[in-house]
């Protein structure tokens, strides 16, 4: 005669042996995901790693020997043509976007999260339909508001300065229905308590929702940036002296009608990625907390 607790082994042994296998069952697509993940890691970077090398390259190597990836010999020529040559201004123009590119953030931050607040929180007449009507913009393509805003950028007398290439990208909808569906999944209970001690509507949004609203802010601040940054069909209309061009129509101009630098070519495209590169490695913690936190609320 077995007791209970002879009954009882078998099924612990079988509970064990399930538990053990359960993790070998899902080791296998963890490493088909690895896998995977390193596949498209290394097409997106080997193009990179590419260009960085091609940059140091001479014109003479790059065309006899197309399929080579280290530079033999390795030199800096390219970079020496581009940042001392007189027709083109190489670090101007990177000033010049870093100028356009940051003015234009700060609009678009302050502008749209002021917007944003209103249109999340605050209840007034047409909320829902100016709501709506933002909504319509970003349907429509860009190329569309070209003729409108350069008549307006004409008759303001911004033709040919940086105040062009700043202002009218700084009006677009995006921003602000970004922080809209931010602002919307924030807990209202610290604005209640902060209204019941008598604060006003503004005090509560520079004190509770922007600290609150870091990475978002954080984020659409790198989005507004990298656009701004790598604008080119608007600057080459606004834009005419060489010295006020920024980078990437300034780069256009590193390609002649009957040769091609491809040295000098690739190491513009070096410089004008390297303040990408930074900007999203400080910014990159506040942004996958802000996609993680954030969601779509009506």
Do not use: C
């Amino acid at each position: 005669m077995t007791s209970t607790t002879d009954r009882a082994v078998p099924v612990n042994r079988g509970a064990r042996s399930r538990r053990d296998t359960l993790p070998r069952r899902r080791r296998a697509p963890r490493w088909g995901l690895t896998l995977t993940l390193s596949v498209l890691a290394l097409v997106i970077v080997l193009p990179l790693v590419w260009v960085v090398l091609t940059s140091f390259k001479t014109d003479f190597q790059v065309i006899s020997d197309p399929s080579g990836i280290l530079p033999h010999p390795f030199t800096t020529e390219a970079y020496d043509t581009l940042l001392n040559s007189q027709s083109q201004p190489m670090l101007t123009w990177v000033r010049n976007s870093f100028v356009a590119a940051t003015g234009q953030t700060l609009i678009i931050l302050v502008t749209a999260s002021m917007a944003a607040y209103a249109l999340a929180r605050l209840e007034f007449p047409g909320k829902r339909l100016i709501f709506a009507m933002l909504i319509t913009t970003l349907l429509v393509p860009p190329v569309i508001f070209l003729v409108p805003n350069y008549i307006i950028v004409t008759n303001l007398g911004w033709l040919d300065t940086l105040w062009a290439v700043i202002v009218p990208g700084a009006a677009g909808a995006f921003g602000v229905f970004f922080l809209r569906q931010f602002f919307l999944n924030l807990p209202k209970d610290y604005e209640e308590a902060a209204r019941v001690d008598g604060a006003s509507e503004l005090r509560i949004f520079a004190q509770i929702i922007l600290p609150l609203s870091r990475p978002a802010l954080a984020t659409l601040a790198v989005l507004s940036f990298l656009s701004n940054w790598n604008d080119f069909l608007w600057p080459v209309y606004v834009l005419l002296s060489s010295d006020k061009l920024t980078l990437q129509p300034g780069l256009s101009l590193l390609q002649g009608a009957w040769t091609t630098h491809y040295g000098v070519i690739m190491a513009g495209a070096v410089i004008a990625a390297v303040p990408v590169l930074i900007l999203f490695s400080l910014a990159q913690r506040q942004i996958v907390e802000s996609v993680a936190n954030s969601g779509v609320k009506g």
